[in-house]
């Protein structure tokens, strides 16, 4: 007879940051059978620059990686206090330095393709990759999940963890079902349908590398060479750091219009434009942004996106992670930590002896108690922190017009602002959340056994 294989199976749908870290988590796989579908040929990281926190520090630390991941930095990294940003209000000549925020350690930069790099290292060869699988669909049943693929591919699972990002297939399925549940119980369906399809935020970013060899023979002396810094102004904002050990500069030049929010955005969300109309954007800015912006070759312009607070993250067998679930503006630095938050959280559930086939839809809805609102908060509050760079935050009510020059301590105040909708970056751990997790499990456990 032939032996047949009872472990747990998992489908994790989607090859970035979220569904990485949940495979790398997962450890050696020995009580899990584990299939990867990523939807790309290759498994490559688009974009450039990607930040991450003490939270996810922690948790790198935790997974035996922060080895690997410190031979990519600028510098070694320390527990004292580092400059995280200086922060700077461009839109004038000369522009001034008003605040420098210093945090344990700073922000942790890498670029998106070393970290990818890192992460499918560590990953155990026995976790399976299936590449040019892109979800179409899948079919929750009582004991499994039927995923279908735009390849013509099918697989079934006992468990579907999506991390197929911001336009996720899953989420598209998760929401409709629900919101047909919803119907047939005579409920408003509005909070699931409205959460299907992302949102343009009113802000486009332009996005490029420079060289940092070229921006020293500019200026020799730029600040963005050794300090991460914001330049703010009306309507408008930059964030620009050193990577790759410091080889290049990752430069994002954002531009807003709050009456666009929430409107369909009909063009392509990334196109390339001519460096003429990125420093048209800025032609009344200090001259170091203008030494800054002109040595960004290949300027992008990505349609900043985002998705409405999702009323869950989970269905009885489907589990949505990082950007499927959460999709926030990157005006914290944090979508990439809270991919791998969730990612984290959830492999302590599912890697556990007592996560069984039966007992699947009760973890998941541990996870959600857990993650959801957590992460639904750190949205709102990356969405509020842009409007603070463009000097749009509530102390200004939106009034404040283009070129209205602002006083020292209105900066201060929305600095005041800024930090305090900040600090669940340095004031929580991460560790907190997996450890309450577990411990629902055993209490859920433990009522099965009373």
């Not at 590398?209 to 921006?215: R, T």
């Not at 300027?299 to 959460?326: N, Q």
């Amino acid at each position: 007879m032939d032996n047949i294989d009872t472990r747990l199976s998992v489908a994790i749908v989607g090859g970035g940051i979220g569904g990485l870290m949940f495979a790398l988590a997962l450890g050696d796989c020995k009580s899990l059978q584990v299939q990867l579908y990523e939807a790309a040929p290759m498994l490559t990281e688009s974009g450039a620059g990607i930040t991450i926190w003490e939270r996810g520090w922690e948790i790198m630390g935790r997974l035996g990686i922060q080895h690997d991941l410190e031979d990519l930095l600028q510098s070694p990294r320390s527990d004292s206090e580092a400059l995280t940003f200086e922060f700077r209000k461009g839109d004038q000549e000369p522009g001034v330095s008003f605040y420098q925020l210093f945090l344990k350690g700073g922000p942790i930069n890498f670029h998106r393709t070393d970290l990818q790099k890192i992460l499918i290292k560590n990953i155990s060869p026995a976790c399976r990759f299936n590449l040019s699988h892109r979800l179409s669909s899948y079919t929750e049943r009582e004991d499994r999940v039927d995923l279908k693929f735009e390849n013509g591919a099918s697989a079934t699972c006992d468990l579907l963890v999506a991390g197929d990002g911001i336009k996720s297939a899953a989420r598209r399925v998760m929401m409709e079902n629900k919101a047909k549940a919803a119907r047939a119980s005579g409920v408003d369906p509005t909070q699931y349908l409205e959460c299907i399809h992302p949102c343009f935020t009113g802000t486009v970013g332009y996005r490029g590398l420079v060289e940092s060899s070229a921006l020293r023979g500019r200026m020799p002396d730029h600040r963005t060479l050794t300090r991460p810094t914001q330049y703010w102004g009306k309507n408008k904002h930059i964030v620009a750091y050193p990577i790759a050990q410091g080889r290049f500069i990752n430069v994002v030049a954002y531009c807003s219009d709050q009456h666009t929010e929430g409107t369909v955005y009909d063009r392509p969300w990334k196109v390339a434009v001519t460096k003429d109309e990125l420093r048209h954007e800025y032609e009344t800015w200090e001259h170091e942004v203008a030494v800054l912006l002109s040595c960004i070759d290949a300027p992008t312009k990505w349609a900043i996106h985002s998705l409405r607070p999702l009323p869950t993250y989970v269905s009885s067998r489907v589990a949505l992670i990082g950007d499927a679930a959460h999709a926030m503006t990157p005006h914290q630095g944090a979508g990439a930590s809270q991919a791998i938050e969730d990612a984290y959280v959830l492999a302590a559930l599912v890697s556990d002896p007592r996560c069984t086939v039966s007992s699947i839809p009760e973890v998941l809805r541990i996870y959600n108690d857990v993650r959801q609102p957590f992460a639904n908060h750190v949205q709102e509050a990356s969405r509020l922190q842009g409007l603070c760079y463009e000097l749009n935050g509530p102390r200004f009510a939106h009034t404040l017009p283009v070129g209205q020059s602002v006083t020292p301590e209105a900066l201060r105040e929305i600095i005041a602002d800024l930090i305090e909708g900040w600090k669940w970056q340095w004031t929580r751990s991460a560790e907190t959340q997996k450890e309450r997790a577990l411990s629902e499990l055993d209490n859920l456990n433990n009522a099965r056994i009373g």
